[in-house]
């Protein structure tokens, strides 16, 4: 079956401007995700939904960052006036609940760059 | 909070040879411990995970084990091969508060050489 797909594969943006990434979890998975690996880091939490809902938005790294989903689907991770420093692969991982011992398999990333 | 740390952060082998890659993580309180690889520049494909109450798992070359009261697990391959050059992660899945999140070692850079 299909795994989790990301795009744009690609990104590449300047300083300020908006840039929103999509996710399509695999089919049926209640719970979806959303890391970031930035250059010479290891990989960061930053959301997770369960359905449509968000219980913990604490580890966007700032106000300028929102996600949201929609039909318990696909989700869309938001980066409002972008800078630098939000130069990183973001990555999105499904799994069939969020809780509990479910593997998250996880989407071939999205490489943003902000020149 | 989970802290996972991987030793060593590179490693370069000639091929044929065994290797293990070493992580470790400061809070025993887990459900499962995954290792994941990661080719250059794609996604990160699970390798092995090992719940709790396991010690160890195999796959094919692969075997890794799980020490949860030292807070310890090693990736075991056999007769490296060089497909099997990579960045290899390893994430804990924490069984109290936070437990829909993988906490991410910074990973091992292997490099097999023919």
């Known amino acids: 079956g299909a795994g989790v797909s990301q795009s744009p594969s690609n990104k590449v943006t300047e300083k300020g401007k908006d840039v929103e990434l999509r996710c399509d979890p695999i089919s049926g998975h209640t719970a979806l995700y959303w890391y970031r690996q930035s250059l010479g880091q290891g990989l960061e939490f930053l959301i997770y939904?369960?359905?449509?809902?968000?219980?913990?938005k604490s580890g966007l790294p700032s106000d300028r960052f929102s996600a949201e989903r929609t039909g318990g689907s696909v989700s869309t991770l938001t980066i409002q006036r972008t800078q630098q420093e939000d130069s990183a692969v973001y990555l999105c991982?499904?799994?069939?609940?969020?809780?509990?011992?479910?593997?998250?398999?996880f989407g071939p990333g999205t490489r943003l760059t902000v020149l | 909070k989970q802290e996972v740390t991987q030793i060593p952060a590179a490693l370069s082998v000639p091929e044929g040879e065994n290797l293990v890659l070493n992580c470790s993580f400061t809070?025993?309180?887990?459900?499962?411990l995954q290792w994941f690889r990661q080719d250059p520049g794609k996604g990160l494909t699970s390798l092995l995970l090992?719940?709790?109450?396991?010690r160890e798992q195999t796959s094919g070359r692969l075997n890794a084990s799980l020490d949860k009261s030292s807070g310890r697990s090693t990736l075991y391959i056999a007769a490296s091969q060089p497909g099997d050059s990579a960045t290899y992660l390893c994430?804990?899945?924490?069984?109290?508060?936070?437990?829909?999140?993988?906490?991410f070692g910074k990973g091992t850079k292997l490099s097999v050489i023919p």
């Open positions: 809070d025993s309180a887990i459900y499962n």
């Open positions: 994430a804990v899945k924490n069984s109290g508060a936070g437990s829909y999140q993988l906490t």
């Open positions: 939904f369960q359905g449509n809902s968000a219980p913990d």
């Open positions: 090992i719940q709790s109450s396991q």
């Open positions: 991982a499904s799994s069939l609940e969020a809780g509990g011992p479910h593997t998250q398999y």
